[in-house]
């Protein structure tokens, strides 16, 4: 099954997993139409799950069983080499709770050492440097980029979803207006039929 995607405007970047299980495998989708795609398999992995992908300044960045992975064209390369033992100590469990979000020039990564709460810490890469550092207090189960280049994250902390801006621990107050906006797509099939079967909360 298709467990996620994230797109860099030229390719679509698609990941399936095992129904149940952990294997998987990413594909590259190159072409703009449905007449001329061309599927290439880049890694015999997916990722860990659908918020498990972000697209920085840069490039795709994708979060798998092996590690954190930045995607270019057909190439990936590893940019976690730093942490991986840290990673890989993680089961397959805890890193499918994982969520990727990008704030500026850093590539934030929430992680958890207990697959029954929320994620405790954070892992964030500077870009410019490329180090990793270690952040506390990082509960976001699905992280976003606002258009004034805040990130922001969800966490379900207890009965309430409470909504974090950029620095850890900082709650949003009031209510937070949303719109969902949808392209004008059909592929040519304006009458087939379309359903709605996932959807991520942007701010305006």
């Given at each position: ?26 594909y ?6 449905p ?42 390369y590893?940019i ?125």
């Amino acid at each position: 099954a298709i467990n996620g995607g994230e797109s860099d405007g030229e390719v679509l970047y698609v990941s399936k997993q095992t129904i149940g299980q952990f294997e998987g495998a990413l594909y590259a989708v190159f072409g703009d139409q449905p007449s001329n795609f061309a599927i290439r398999r880049i890694a015999w992995f997916g990722a860990v799950n659908s918020r498990a992908f972000v697209i920085t300044q840069s490039y795709v960045a994708v979060a798998t069983p092996t590690g954190i992975y930045g995607l270019a064209g057909s190439k990936l390369y590893l940019i976690s080499n730093a942490l991986n033992k840290s990673w890989l100590d993680l089961t397959n469990t805890q890193r499918s709770k994982s969520a990727l979000g990008h704030y500026r020039n850093q590539l934030w990564c929430s992680l958890t050492k207990d697959a029954a709460v929320d994620p405790l810490y954070g892992l964030v890469f500077d870009q410019v440097y490329q180090r990793w550092s270690r952040y506390t207090e990082v509960r976001g189960r699905i992280f976003t980029t606002a258009p004034n280049g805040d990130l922001l994250w969800a966490s379900s902390e207890s009965a309430q979803v409470k909504i974090f801006r950029t620095a850890p621990g900082l709650a949003l107050e009031g209510t937070v207006a949303m719109y969902w906006h949808t392209p004008n797509l059909d592929f040519g099939s304006w009458y087939s039929d379309k359903q709605w079967t996932w959807g991520y909360l942007r701010p305006k």
